[in-house]
């Protein structure tokens, strides 16, 4: 399937579910809510506090986030924000995700000393990270089997792809300055082969690689509290950009042992399936299956 018969596919699977479950009603685009229907909730999961963090984290109404179905903006709140509830069933799935290494997920963040999994998460201040507006779709802290403190940053996709880099954006100017932090973090972390920093800037790596560089600059940087970090990228298993670009990506690290790891919805939904506590959370993942699933 390619990239385009893919998103075809996931607008007429979103129009679909809007007909069915929230209105036959629309704004402007068949993808789109009302005003009325974005405002009351209707493109986020119903229970376990999803949209009541949406409306505390971003008070003000705009489409992309309460109304546009099929951007993946709305899409972490409702995969992460129901395990603030069961900690410890986050850490069941992430540790089938990671190969085991959590001990515990605590509910507080040592970071900023607020709740310890995050929605559009950027540290401060950005002088000491990337020094730019990269931001984690999702931000967890964990920790570790052997004592010591992690991170997982998730940027989470739907029908997106590569975005084409902006002649004379600041982000231009950034990657092609070989002293900018995008290239001191890559070095200083140790992960990338010698050819890497050649390929990296291209298009189909860039946004991978500055969400990875994020997690990595806070483990350098805050290296006395964090000893792992983990870049997580989950999308569906039919957008074929991701599935790509992720094993190219894969390609460039020197090695990887959890460093970056691609995940497909279908994988984490599994995962959620395989360790669900009780029946609160198995309606909440049949919510996603039928939402997002194709």
């Known amino acids: 399937m390619t990239n385009k ?72 709140f409702n995969l992460f924000i129901p395990f603030k509830h069961e900690l410890s069933y986050c850490k069941d799935v992430f540790n089938e995700l990671l190969g085991g290494c959590i001990k515990t997920i605590e509910s507080r963040s040592i970071i900023d000393d607020r709740e310890n999994i995050k929605i559009e998460f950027a540290p401060s201040p950005k002088g000491n990270y990337l020094n730019d507006r990269t931001s984690f779709d999702t931000y967890i802290e964990y920790n570790h089997i052997d004592g010591t403190k992690g991170i997982i940053g998730i940027e989470v996709k739907y029908t997106e792809k590569e975005y084409k880099l902006k002649i004379g954006s600041t982000e231009e100017k950034t990657i092609q300055d070989k002293s900018s932090k995008y290239y001191s973090v890559s070095i200083d972390s140790g992960l990338y082969k010698p050819h890497a920093l050649d390929l990296l800037p291209n298009d189909i790596y860039r946004q991978i690689w500055r969400n990875h560089l994020l997690a990595e600059s806070i483990r350098l940087n805050q290296n006395k509290k964090f000893k792992h970090s983990s870049t997580l990228l989950l999308y569906p298993k039919d ?43 198995q309606d909440w993942i049949d919510y996603l299956i039928n939402r997002y699933l194709i």
């Not at 996931?10 to 009325?36: G, P, V």
């Not at 999961?45 to 999803?50: F, G, H, M, W």
């Open 5 to 76: 018969e893919f998103k075809q596919n996931a607008k007429k699977h979103q129009i679909n579910y809007r007909e069915k479950h929230i209105s036959t009603d629309y704004k402007t685009y068949k993808t789109w809510l009302t005003d009325s229907a974005g405002k009351k909730g209707g493109n986020f999961y119903k229970r376990l506090s999803v949209f009541s963090i949406v409306r505390q984290r971003f008070p003000n109404f705009y489409v992309n986030l309460y109304s546009d179905m099929l951007r993946s903006e709305h899409i972490p």
């Open 239 to 281: 957008n074929d950009h991701f599935t790509v670009a992720s094993k190219k990506y894969n390609e460039l690290l020197i090695s990887n042992a959890n460093s970056f790891v691609p995940v497909t919805y279908e994988r984490f939904l599994s995962a959620c399936d395989k360790y669900c506590p009780n029946n609160e959370f």
